[in-house]
């Protein structure tokens, strides 16, 4: 028999030990005064620096911290799938499956989620869960997500600053959440809002782009407030979920305006440790779902609800429901 409910985490994370401060930032000075201006003010403090260390050296890490978390031998899972990068270290070769090498998941089916940036992750944890409550035989999913930064500069334009980092968690019939359901939406007209050029460059001469800041500013800020008062009352309904039962909204972390922005549009409160992750760590990409979600099991009771809104300039919208176990 196949167990309907679905659980995840604990959520287990690993950061690079090397740190710098924003304001300390080379790049920061070659900025026009208005973008060094934006940079910091987007209430980022500090950021985590992988230097030499690879995407898939910090999956690595992230994917063993949560078995070792969970007692669970890399063997023994059914499982694994792995938020891709947006700059793979090699065209045509497989990271998912080197990830599986490295940490022994030896027996484990395996596949990359990625293309929808920011919302990647939402689309692994919607393949995790069909693939447990669809097959009687994938008990143990293992989902891995790993952020750096693909050029020379962390700054992005006109939107945040990224750091690195990983993270990764097990979905399975047991967790500290319950992950009741979730609505994913995307659009095409956006698909290359932002992007690097890098056929011809080098490496080094990589500069990730805006094609339109006018578009991201303010179409696509529109756009997104249209699908989550769409998706949003979607999903709790169908659950039979009331808006005052879900606390503090989690998200991305973008920056203090953005939090400010979707407090006011979706008029609640964004859950304070979006803020302190900003803070600590930049922009992680699919990461902060996780690295969230994490900090706010500390304060959610059993039998809570935490409502995840994640969204991606590709663009790409989620709205998922978990209840605290």
Same mark, same amino acid.
């Given at each position: 028999?196949?167990? $309907? ?17 924003? /304001? ?26 992988? !230097? @030499?260390?690879?995407?898939? !050296?910090?999956?690595? $890490? ?53 293309? #929808? *940036?920011?919302?990647?992750?939402? %689309? ?20 891995? %997500? /790993? ?7 962390? &700054?992005?334009?006109?939107?945040? #600053?990224?750091? +690195?980092? %990983?993270? /990764? ?8 959440? $319950? ?10 007209? &956006? ?6 050029? &890098?056929? !011809?460059?080098?490496? @080094? !001469? ?14 696509? %800020? ?6 989550? @008062? ?6 709790? =309904? ?37 803020? +302190?992750?900003?803070? /600590? &760590? *930049?922009?992680?990409?699919?990461? @902060?779902?996780?690295?969230?979600? =994490? ?31």
């Amino acid at each position: 028999m196949v167990t $309907e409910q679905v659980r995840i985490g604990p959520v287990a994370t690993w950061f690079p030990d090397a740190a710098a401060r924003v /304001a300390t930032l080379a790049e920061l000075h070659d900025l026009p005064p208005n973008r060094r201006e934006h940079a910091l003010a987007l209430g980022i403090d500090t950021v985590r620096t992988a !230097d @030499d260390l690879t995407e898939g !050296d910090l999956a690595a $890490e992230a994917a063993r911290s949560a078995l070792a978390a969970a007692d669970i031998e890399a063997a023994d899972v059914d499982a694994l799938l792995l938020v891709t990068g947006r700059a793979p270290r090699y065209l045509l070769a497989s990271e998912t499956t080197r990830l599986q090498h490295r940490i022994g998941a030896t027996r484990a089916f395996t596949a990359g989620v990625g293309d #929808l *940036g920011c919302v990647s992750i939402s %689309a692994a944890l919607s393949l995790a869960a069909a693939l447990v409550r669809g097959d009687a035989r994938c008990r143990t999913v293992l989902v891995v %997500a /790993a952020a750096k930064t693909p050029t020379r500069n962390r &700054y992005r334009p006109p939107m945040t #600053l990224l750091g +690195d980092g %990983a993270a /990764a968690f097990l979905v399975t019939s047991a967790g500290r959440w $319950e992950f009741v359901d979730q609505i994913l939406r995307s659009d095409g007209k &956006y698909a290359d809002l932002f992007r690097i050029d &890098y056929r !011809d460059i080098p490496s @080094d !001469d990589w500069a990730e782009e805006c094609a339109d800041e006018s578009t991201y500013s303010f179409r696509l %800020a529109v756009e997104s407030k249209k699908r989550f @008062d769409a998706i949003i009352p979607e999903l709790l =309904e169908r659950n039979g979920i009331r808006v005052g039962q879900v606390g503090p909204i989690l998200m991305q972390n973008l920056s203090a305006g953005a939090f400010a922005f979707w407090e006011e549009a979706l008029e609640t409160p964004i859950d304070k440790a979006c803020r +302190d992750n900003l803070a /600590a &760590y *930049g922009h992680l990409g699919s990461m @902060d779902m996780l690295v969230n979600l =994490e900090s706010a099991a500390a304060t959610r009771m059993p039998g809570e609800y935490a409502l995840l809104l994640n969204s991606s300039p590709v663009a790409a919208w989620s709205a998922g429901l978990m209840r605290r176990v």
